[in-house]
């Protein structure tokens, strides 16, 4: 589902990731872990084609990142979906709208749209919120719409950098509970996190980074 053979990517001369090889299956529930600047954001943004490797093949559901033209890069994208620590969230759009965003970017019938929507809402119990602006949602229910938002176009792939960072104990669990589900009906799930606490006792394959490279794995 997502390959990595031998990937190495820089920012002017400075290497952030280096000769990386890495496997994840399809229905995995992986997590990468590792300290800041370890590289780990870098990862995410080289799967999902924000960046582009300088050496090195990754494949994600088929694409060969180093080869998509920037016109093919959206057709992957509803391959993949992605959770932002920071939400960006549109305050100026009720929950609803910024969830349908991504599908009328996409020229999806309305009805369609209000159906997908919906669906997805109730599966992050969110279905009562539809209407309300993301300012006043505490921030667990703000990073259920992110993955409503994630999830809405159903992909394949589903990717998420630090996604309970910025929540509470609790909070957290429950957010973590949800992408087991969501792990459960067939998507691929990729975490990256720096809290151990996320997946020790998991059962789950933990990757890790140190130095730019992979320094090992464990099972959770």
Known sequence: MIRFSDVTKSYNDDVVIKDISLLIEKGELAYITGPSG?????????????????????????????????????????????VFQDFRLLNNKTVFDNIALALRIHDMHPKEIKKDVNAVLKEVHLSHKSQIYPQH???????????????????????????????????????????????????????????TSLFQGTGRRVIHIKNKQIAGEEIG
């Open 38 to 82: 370890a590289g780990k954001t870098t990862l995410l943004k080289l799967i999902y084609a924000a960046e582009k490797p300088d050496k090195g093949q990754i494949v994600v559901a088929g694409w060969d990142i180093g080869k998509l033209k920037q016109s093919t890069i959206p057709y992957l994208r509803r391959n993949v979906g992605i």
């Open 137 to 195: 949602l505490s921030g667990g229910e703000q990073q259920r719409v992110v993955i409503a938002r994630a999830m809405v176009s159903k992909p394949t792939v589903l990717l998420a950098d630090e996604p309970t960072g910025n929540l509470d104990d609790k909070t957290s669990d429950s957010i973590m509970d949800l992408f087991r589900e969501i792990n459960a009906i067939g998507t691929t799930v990729l975490l990256a996190t720096h809290d």
